[in-house]
């Protein structure tokens, strides 16, 4: 189903990825990290002190990186499996790391406030979840 949304004066019709997909995206991402997660915590178990508090602070950062980075090239990996990818408001491709950072921080704060802002992607008319709103993008089909 596409949407019609105007973006800066001009009219731009996108193709908004549903909020199943994004939930699946969501999920392998999460699979993922994990993954990784359970390896730094792993590894961490057996080390005491200062070692292991470093390897716990690295898993912390694991995330961080990995939104960033991925969010700021267009696609996270789960994003990729589900054929889906970010734009900025304004069209562009990829957003960017500085707005990647921007959605990852927002993905914490629609996480706290008791999931919220991604169930606000079920009832926004543009689809957006607090996050896409607080960095300026869209989630839309690749």
């Known amino acids: 189903m596409e949407t019609e949304i105007i973006v800066e004066k001009e009219e731009m019709v996108l193709d908004l990825a549903g ?3 994004r939930l699946i995206s969501y999920l392998v991402d999460g ?3 994990g993954v990784i997660g359970w390896i730094l ?3 961490s178990s057996g080390v005491g002190g200062t070692v292991g508090s470093i390897i ?4 912390g950062l694991v ?3 990995y939104f960033t980075y991925f969010f700021g090239n267009g696609q996270t990996l789960g994003m990729k499996a589900m054929n889906i990818k970010l734009i900025g408001t304004d ?3 990829p957003i960017g790391y ?3 950072f921007l959605r990852w921080i927002g993905m914490i704060i629609s996480t706290f406030v008791i999931l919220l802002g991604f169930v606000w992607i079920l009832i ?3 689809k957006q979840g607090w996050h896409d709103k607080i960095a300026g993008t869209y989630v839309v089909k690749a």
Do not use: Q, R, V
Request: net charge positive.
């Open 19 to 21: 909020a199943g997909s």
């Open 98 to 100: 500085a707005k990647g």
């Open 31 to 33: 699979i993922i990290l």
């Open 56 to 59: 716990l602070f690295l898993s």
């Open 63 to 65: 995330s961080l990186a």
């Open 124 to 126: 926004d008319k543009k």
């Open 41 to 43: 915590n792993y590894a």
């Open 91 to 93: 069209g562009t491709y």
